[in-house]
């Protein structure tokens, strides 16, 4: 069951989570309890990765769907690699982008996808998300032709990649792809406003695919089972930082979340761009959210991370307790690109602006004797603008086919609400 993190007394369904999006009183939904999963974590060598997914999961949706169709749920979810490679002397990448969309939003956004059409029969379900870039691909591709679910991907003008915006813009059919005038965090208002929008939810069921939705955030937890199994296989799951690229904070959140869950992890590092608002409030105390700045590791341009109040929680809204258990640390552009460049020319691997920004995070805080893993959360070939640029490589240095139908279908709107609701209309 889950409650709200506004009001104790709310206690919804896994099904009327992923439903609403967001519980009635505006707030995030939150699971009730959160079990330790001891017994997973003791065999976890012994089990599959979908093993780990069904048993992670199952934590949080007890038998609201039986085990059999859970079981197809996360099937369908877990089915690309995540290797553990490693780079430097005590440094490892964890690669989270073998999923069709080439990031790690492949595993939320499928969950959530195949939960709801489980859950759909007849009724007409419209999912309206904001984007920075990858959530709009990887939902996009989940949602592609599910049956009864419109798709209404919000993104910023301008602000995602060339090949992000063809990933949201070539698919058709169900998948509307929506630009907005503006930049993130005003798409991520115009999706809010829309859910506090009681006349518009009367008339039309709407769901969110942001992680805010439980079922898009939940499943995240599955890659630290996953990283501590490969840790343990290599005899190395003990002294482990962690550093996770940052933006809506809804990763490392759940990572957060895996820890309470039993997982022995020593510093969880939340690697920020210039866009640094949780940083900055964890050393002074004052939450002093900026304009959002335009970076290279553009799917962390947010500035009001959505998910930062589920971490709180997590910690009683106890900030000493809270900045006990977080690190969190800002890079900036040229830190970034530096990184690039010379993890690259020292060994050759390929880093894209997140995950590099996530090592940068790592080896700030990392000792000699600790085993430091950064999440590679995309595919460097999604930043060739950049990343090409910095390493004078092209897109066909990677074996990758990439087979866009050219055709782009655009519907553009000005930052305003009306402009939005209108397009909402006009499709339904
Ligand atoms: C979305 C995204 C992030 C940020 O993840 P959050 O859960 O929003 O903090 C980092 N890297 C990449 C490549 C992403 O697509």
Redesign the pocket.
Known sequence: MFTSLKNCNVNDTFKNSIFNGLSVDGSLYFPRKIKTLDELIQNIKELSNQEIGFLVMKNFINSEIPDKELKKIIDQTINFDFPLKQIENNIFSFELFHGPTL???DVGASFLANSLEYYTKDKVLNILVAT????GAAVANSFFNKKNINVIILYPKNKISSFQQKQITTRGNNIYAVELAGDFDACQHLVKQAFNDKKLRKKINISSAN?INVGRWLPQIIYYFILHKELKKINKEKEVCISI????????CAGLMSKKMGLNFKKIIASTNINDTIPRYLSSGVFDPKQTKRTISN??DVSIPNNFPRIEKIYDDNFKTLSKNLISEMVDEFQTKDEIKKIFNNTKYIL?P?GAVGLVGLKRNLKDNETGVFFE??HPIKFMDTVGKILKIREDFFKINLNFNNKETIHKIKNDYNELVNFINLIN
Do not use: L, R
């Open positions: 990031a790690f939003k920075s870039g990858d959530t992680s690229p940052s933006g809506n904070f809804g990763n490392i799917a962390m894209d997140h959360t995309a």
